[in-house]
Every structure is written in structure tokens, then in C-alpha cells.
């Protein structure tokens, strides 16, 4: 949290407004410095790139451009604060996963230039690592892996399955591998896991202390960044704003679930919520039972999809999906005390028995961006000079770098590996029209809680379930 010496230095207004963006997440919660906002865009503006957006993905789009040319002159603007959305609210995975269906991009473009993809997201999970460190960012960041626990016999089908077809593929138990219940158990002490997929391209993550660290970093590069301001519409060579008119050469969108706010953006990618808790820092005595000593992000592989970290305070961060869709892409801005938080306690209590008591500190959500065919995409027309990264569905944390440093090289025009990845330029197309959006978005949703039922005690892949596996491409 800020210091009490911090705290008596700012104003009124500003002591107001960083207690209230504390209230967002325990990551803003426990992030140094200050969260009031910097001043707003002056007015009309003129720059060589604007970024609409201050998350990951517009900061590590800032961050590789000045990297490249510092002569440039970059403007970001951001509705609230930097990190304020999904970027400082996530479960802090930073983890190497291909962002999308293997099996589609395999279709259009081949074996191996999906297995470079692939390379190039477990790469990217060092280069932020390299970056923090470099930056002096400390955002707690501990290469650790990650697990995906097979809790039921389904699970443990679907665990070998996926092993064998990253092996099948190309891969080695180097990337992943399937533990026994006996190695499971020892790295990390759940009851009933028959064993788990486990992948060393991930390390956990603080959040709000990543994006903080790295606004603050371009900032001092020279990039400019207004907060308060409200982009409206992005044209070719304009951003309107309600407090000006950005003129650009390049003009980049990177607001992922907050998307459908701009205008013409309805229906570009769908906002879904995923919740988190926090519970106290546990004892020693707790963490002798439960283990985990290696940090690992943690998942459990049910259908309505888990994820956990050890923070660096010793507690445990655990989210997960269940929270409806809003008709019309309505976005949420503050999610507190809801039944997915519950939900989530429970989880806590099932997969570590030993702090089923602890209390609950913090309850937050956030809301990601979900394109139609479940791909992220990055992308630029030279033409227009408008790009784009985004739809990461979840697995922004690391991606975001690699899309960043695309959109650069993009931008500046260099020949890189990046430019040719398979993720360039790809475009999902739009989502259907209410009501038809709703419907099938809370009915996918309600079909995940049928399949993890039947799946529970089941020794087969349920109906429910191969319906959603369809219908996300897996």
C-alpha cells in the first residue's frame, strides 16, 4: 500500500482517488506509490504514434517503440489510470501459451511456422523477466512453471491427452510433461490430484506492480501519457477524445475487454468477467502442509477454468470464470462480495484443506476480451496506419509483451521474426448481434457448469463438454 508519508503528501482530492482505486484489487491495493491520475490530454495534440490504452499492451507497445527510436513521438491515453482494467487485475500468470487453437492456425499455416508461434510465446516469458530486470521493476517475478492439476478421472484423461498431442506436435517433456499423483503431490500438497500437465514457460507475476513499474518507465522515456481522458472514436490519423483531438501518423487500439465502448467497436470482441479472492497471508505452519514451494501458477483444469498463484506475501490468489455476460456488452467496472466469489472460496478450501479458514481479504474482478473465434490477434494497415493487439482470453499477461514488440516492428517497418508470426494481421470476425451474443454466451457458460458436473465422477469426456471443446476450437 502507499505509505502514511506518501498519503499525507497528496491533496484532498488525490488522497480520495488513490483510496479508491485501492478498492479495485489487491494487487492496486498493495501497489507502491501513488493511483491518482495523471493530468488529462490538453487538447489538441499531435504525435507520430497514439496508443489508446495504458495496459500491458499499449505500455510494451511504447516501451519496444522507444527501444527502437526514441526520437518518436508517442501518446498514450487512458479513461482512467494506467493498469486500471484487466492489466492490473489478472491472476498474475505470466505464462507462454500459444493464445488461441493450435488446430486453426494449423490449417492456414502449417506445422512449423505455428511451432515458431509457439517458440516465440515460451520465449517471451524470459524476455519480460530480462525487462523487469533490466527496468528495475520489481514486480515480483519468479519463474516457477505452471501446473494444470487432473482432479477427476476425466481430468487425468484430458491431462495425458493433451501431453501427448503437445508431444505429437513437436514438443518434448522439456516444455510439457505429465506428473504421477506421487510428484504431484510432492511439489504441491492437493488432495485427490491424480497428477498434473506441467510446463516450465511461466512465472508468477504482481500485476498492478508490472503495469505501474511500466508506465512509470516510458514515461521517463519521454512518451506522454493523459489519464481522465475518454478516447470515443479512432480514425486513420485521429484519436477523438472528450478532451481533444490526438493527430497521428500511426493510430494503435489497445483497450481488449473495454473495446465494445468505442465507437463502431460493439461488436469486436465480447467482455467476459473473471473473479479473484485473496486470502491473508498464511502461516509457515500452513504452508509446511500445502507446499508449493516452487511458486508455480497453479490451475485445476475443471471446465469452469481456475487459476492460482502464491503471492510473494505468502498468500493464496485464486480466480476463476462463472460471473454472467451483460446483454448489450455492458461493461462492469467493480466487482465485489459476488456469488463467483464464494464459489472461489470454496475452491480455496477443496484444493487446500489446511486454509479452508484463512479469511478473505480481497474480492475483485475484471473483465477480458473474447474474440469470436477464441484467436489473439496483432495486427497494422499500412495504408491507414491503424493497428490493433488484443483477444487474448485471459492469456494477456505474457502475449502482450510479444504483441507490443509486433506492433513496433510494425510500425517502424523492420523485416523481424515477429511481423511473419502466424497471429499477424489474422482477423476474427464480428460477434452476432444481441440477443443472439447473450444467448449464447450465458449458455455456453451454463453448459461449462453441466459438463463439470458430469465430469466430476464420470470416466468420459461428457456431452456437454465436447460441445464447448467445439465450440472454442479445442
Known sequence: MATTETREVLSGSAQAEDAHYRTTSFWHDSVPGTLSKRPPLPGDLEADVAIVGAGYTGLWTAYSLTEIDPSLRIVIVERDIAGFGASGRNGGWCFGGLPGSRQRFLKT???????RYERACFDTVDVIGATLAKEGIDAH???GGWSTLAMTQVGLMHSR?????HHAFGHTDADYSLLSREDTLART???GALGTVFSPHAARVHPARLVRGLADVVERRGVGIYEGTNARRLEPGRVITDRGTIHATYVIRATEGFTPELEGEKRRLMPFASCMVATEPLSQAIWD???WNDRETLSDGRR???YAQRTADDRIALGGRGHPYIFGSKLEREFHDLPVHDRLQG???????????????HTWGGVL???RDFNASVGLDPKTGMGWAGGYVGDGVAITNLAGRTLADLITQRKTDLVSLPWVNHQSRNWEPEPLRYIAANSSLKLLRIAEQNEETGTKTSRAGSIVDWLTGH
Open 109 to 115: 499455416h502449417g506445422h512449423d511456422e505455428v511451432m
Open 141 to 143: 517475478f519468479h519463474k
Open 161 to 165: 491427452q493433451a501431453v501427448e498431442a
Open 189 to 191: 500438497n492437493v488432495p
Open 289 to 291: 502442509e500445502i507446499g
Open 304 to 306: 469452469l477454468f481456475i
Open 347 to 361: 475452491v480455496i478450501a477443496k484444493l487446500f484443506p489446511a486454509a479452508a479458514h484463512a479469511k478473505i481479504t
Open 369 to 371: 476480451g473474447i474474440p
